[in-house]
């Protein structure tokens, strides 16, 4: 299912002011993972984002000043502190680099023009069955193991396998390079670093 995306509208969830005054927000909803300070992990749902902060909702209270990395489809890993809790869920302010200001920000505006091509672009990142399914995986410490892809679309995919690399761990799928987002009963879903082209996606994996 296609993300919803919009421009910030004003809404009667609590946000940080401060945060909408410097940096327009936009409204997405993106299923992901979070990490808490302690090391458990649970499943979130991103409801607005900028590059100065984000607001999710999540299944567990967390603590404000808490230091909180998170990781969802389409943008991959951010991290910050816990500025504000309300009601399911919480607002962070995000910790970031000038690169990854200007990363995020060029992610944020991707988001927003795929909304507006809502229908051609579905058809892009609709994850299909490959049919290529037997590739390789590179893990950070240059081990190679065989994977068998189950999906995959140009930001990400699905790979059956026994191993299990951290959540956020960079690995090579076949060529691509890709992070870790999440496990399941399978094996891993990794987005890759760069967008990919659908047309390369089809020889390399079709």
Request: with cysteine.
């Amino acid at each position: 299912m296609a993300p919803s995306v919009q421009a910030n509208t004003p809404r009667e969830a609590p946000h940080l002011v401060a945060d909408r005054r410097r940096h327009k927000r936009v409204n997405v909803t993106l299923l992901g993972r979070f990490m808490r300070s302690n090391k458990q992990e649970y499943p979130c749902k991103l409801i607005d984002i900028s590059v100065g902060g984000a607001a999710m909702m999540s299944p567990v209270a967390v603590d404000i000043d808490e230091r909180i990395v998170a990781y969802f489809d389409h943008i991959g890993g951010i991290e910050g502190t816990v500025a504000r809790s309300f009601e399911g869920g919480f607002a962070i302010r995000l910790s970031v680099t000038a690169h990854k200001r200007e990363k995020l920000a060029a992610q944020l505006t991707w988001l927003i023009n795929r909304s507006a091509h809502l229908a051609a672009d579905d058809r892009l990142h609709n994850r299909n069955l490959s049919r290529n399914e037997q590739s390789s995986l590179q893990l950070d410490d240059g081990i190679v193991i065989s994977c068998r892809v189950t999906d995959i679309s140009i930001s990400g995919a699905s790979i059956e396998t026994q191993a299990r690399p951290e959540i956020g761990r960079e690995v090579t799928l076949g060529k691509l390079r890709a992070r870790v987002t999440r496990h399941h009963a399978g094996g891993i879903a990794v987005q890759f670093l760069d967008i990919q082209n659908p047309a390369a996606l089809r020889r390399y994996f079709g």
